[in-house]
T-cell receptor, first 115, second 114 residues
């Protein structure tokens, strides 16, 4: 596997379910990100982890819970979601957010549908 | 708060044409700016990154320019091909306290017709 991978690629869940999204980066990066992309809206940053520490929570509802056990893996735990949470969830990684030449690389995304 | 505008929202051109995509941003205090392409339902592919101290970057048929003081960047695509059809996104990076955030525009949907 190379680059940034995400599983599952598609997920359908009910409002009372609990599920998790997984992201793994094979680039040796130190920072990982979760973004949400809804139809007709720009990408929205949700969470940032740098060296396994959460450095950003962009006012995300608590029904979304991130976990970063190490610099290579990032999870997004989902529970009691709403239909408006249906979107494409994208994971990204980069070497160091504070560097001027820091470049973010994205995974293929998980298409989430909440019924 | 950074705001990013991309013009045009959609563009359709015949194969072989040269074209320019525009990006403007309101906060010129940026560290860098990335251009991405996104195919339908897929993730983002990084095309070019321009540091705030640079004026332009080139990769193959792509050339991106940056005028930080005026809050503008352009992506020039030479000799367009049907495979270039995608949504193109620009994203400047700002510092938000201890964090460095990309802010995305809504993108330009490019269609290159054979």
């Amino acid at each position: 596997e190379t680059g940034v991978t995400q599983t599952p690629r598609h997920l359908v869940m009910g409002m009372t379910n609990k599920k998790s999204l997984k992201c793994e980066q094979h680039l040796g990066h130190n920072a990982m990100y979760w973004y949400k992309q809804s139809a007709k809206k720009p990408l929205e940053l949700m969470f940032v982890y740098n060296f396994k520490e959460q450095t950003e929570n962009n006012s995300v509802p608590s029904r979304f819970s991130p976990e970063c056990p190490n610099s290579s893996h990032l999870f997004l735990h989902l529970h009691t979601l709403q239909p408006e949470d249906s979107a494409l969830y994208l994971c990204a990684s980069s070497q160091d957010p504070g560097l001027a030449f820091d470049e973010q690389f994205f995974g293929p995304g998980t298409r989430l549908t909440v019924l | 708060k950074q705001e990013v505008t991309q013009i045009p929202a959609a563009l359709s051109v015949p194969e072989g044409e040269n074209l320019v995509l525009n990006c403007s941003f309101t906060d010129s205090a940026i560290y860098n700016l990335q251009w991405f392409r996104q195919d339908p339902g897929k993730g983002l592919t990084s095309l070019l990154l321009i540091q705030s101290s640079q004026r332009e970057q080139t990769s193959g048929r792509l050339n991106a320019s940056l005028d930080k003081s005026s809050g503008r960047s352009t992506l020039y695509i030479a000799a367009s091909q049907p495979g270039d059809s995608a949504t193109y996104l620009c994203a400047p990076k700002n510092s938000g306290g201890s964090n460095y955030k990309l802010t995305f525009g809504k993108g330009t949907l490019l269609t290159v017709n054979p």
